[in-house]
């Protein structure tokens, strides 16, 4: 367990980053020492490494039910969503720059393409995914779709997604649980429709989901959810600050390189590895494995103790609608199977949520959302998932407990949330 003193605040906010797990510690630690050769080197030293690198690509494979040859090492999830995202538009030019002429004569082959490629994701997608597609388009290298969410619900629906693909879709790009919500979306059974009933596209449509929020507290396994890439996270669940993209074994799910050098990673991915954080991410992946259904139970054991507590301290508000609320009063979507087992998106009447923070900073951190987003406006994920308008939005805290926050750690944070609320 990662241990934290009782003097320091309570951290709340496991889905922004994580600590390390002491076995992940004492591995990068070691490997340090142990393991420095560099792992293209043919001599002994080298040959360490690489073989270090391999037994970490096996664990990361195994926690997601895929293949050691089809993870790819990042330095972030970022990269590995830029990855994705870079491999699909190559993926279209090919295909464009062999795909045989129209008839002169007769209807065109498709007449209602644009000669751009087009990628299909959603409006509440974290800005490693949205900000290189808003650039990308902007620049006129492609076209996106932002299919929205059900407002309340927080969720896209399967047939929208579906209505959103053209001729000229080469990826659907989707999260699998949203960061600031906790909401997980239908991602398993969109692609399933995509695999039964192929759309005809003039390219092979390319299935992408960003797990990155989702490893650690739920199952996640790529031939479940019939992804053809998947992004993986390490300091989310208790990893190094590296990452992966599991890639499909097949020959239409080619990943293309964004930079080149040596042929580290296949190729795809070139510049020395770096292996002590490998190593890490390898063992904080077996951690996953071994005991993931332990580390669910305890999150969804300690955040619905977190909102019977809330509930007992505070005067919840139960509607949906954006109705104003007073200090005192709380509000948060209904928690049901669709949900991270261990996030609770909550509206704090009567405060902004920095302000709120701001009041117990001494004894909680947490956020109001995405840390990427910190000292912005209101958060438009926030906006689009919720039917609580700009106010309620910006009176929004994210509480996310983890493996080892206990029910005394939650009584604090609710002892500090209602002093703060009785001051005010």
């Known amino acids: 367990s990662v241990t934290m003193s009782d003097s320091c605040p309570v951290y709340l906010d496991y889905n922004a980053t994580t600590p390390l797990a002491p076995e992940v510690v004492s591995a990068i630690s070691s490997s340090l020492v142990t393991h420095w050769g560099n792992p293209s080197s043919g001599y002994r030293s080298g040959q360490v490494a690489a073989e270090a690198i391999k037994e970490a690509r096996g664990k990361v494979a ?29 993926n279209y030019r090919h295909c464009s720059a062999s795909s045989p002429p129209c008839p002169p ?35 006129g290298f492609c076209t996106v779709t932002y299919v929205p969410v059900v407002p ?16 000229d879709t080469c990826l659907v790009t989707l999260m ?32 992408h989901t960003d797990a990155a929020q989702a490893i650690g507290k739920v199952r996640v396994n790529v031939q479940d959810l019939s992804a053809d890439m998947l ?108 949900c991270l087992p261990n996030t609770l998106s909550v509206r704090f009447g009567g405060f902004r949520g920095p302000e709120l923070l701001s009041l117990c900073k001494e004894d909680i951190e947490a956020s109001t959302g995405a840390a990427c987003h910190t000292g912005g406006g209101v958060s438009n994920i926030l906006l689009n998932s919720f039917l609580w308008g700009e106010a309620g939005a910006a009176e929004t805290v994210r509480l996310s407990v983890g493996r080892d926050t206990s029910t005394q750690d939650v009584e604090r944070v609710v002892k500090a949330l209602k002093r703060a609320v009785e001051q005010k």
């Open 62 to 90: 195994q926690m997601i039910g895929a293949s050691a040859n089809e993870i790819t090492f990042t330095s972030s999830g970022t990269e590995s969503n830029h990855l994705a995202i870079w491999s699909a538009l190559a």
């Open 105 to 139: 004569s007769g209807p065109a082959c498709h007449p209602v393409t644009s000669n751009l490629p087009h990628i299909v994701t959603s409006n509440i997608e974290h800005c490693a995914v949205t900000l290189p597609l808003k650039t990308l388009e902007q620049e």
């Open 152 to 167: 309340g619900a927080g969720r896209w629906t399967v047939s929208s997604m579906l209505d959103a693909i053209t001729q």
């Open 176 to 207: 699998l649980a949203n960061n600031e919500t906790g909401i997980l979306q239908p991602v398993q059974e969109l692609f399933s429709a995509l695999r039964q009933s192929p759309p005809r596209t003039r390219c092979p449509l390319l299935l």
């Open 231 to 338: 992004t993986i996270v390490g300091h989310k669940f208790y990893g190094p600050r590296i990452g992966a993209l599991y890639h499909r074994a097949d020959p239409m799910v080619k990943v293309t390189p964004m930079f080149y050098g040596g042929g580290q990673e296949g190729g795809v991915r070139p510049g020395t590895e770096n292996t002590s954080m490998i190593i890490g991410l390898g063992v904080a992946c077996q951690l996953v494995s071994d005991n993931l259904v332990t580390y669910e139970e305890h999150m969804r054991t300690i955040r619905d103790y977190l909102r019977d507590q809330l509930i007992r301290n505070f005067k919840l508000v139960t509607s949906d609608e954006p109705v104003s609320l007073q200090a005192g009063q709380v509000c948060w979507r209904y928690v049901d199977r669709f």
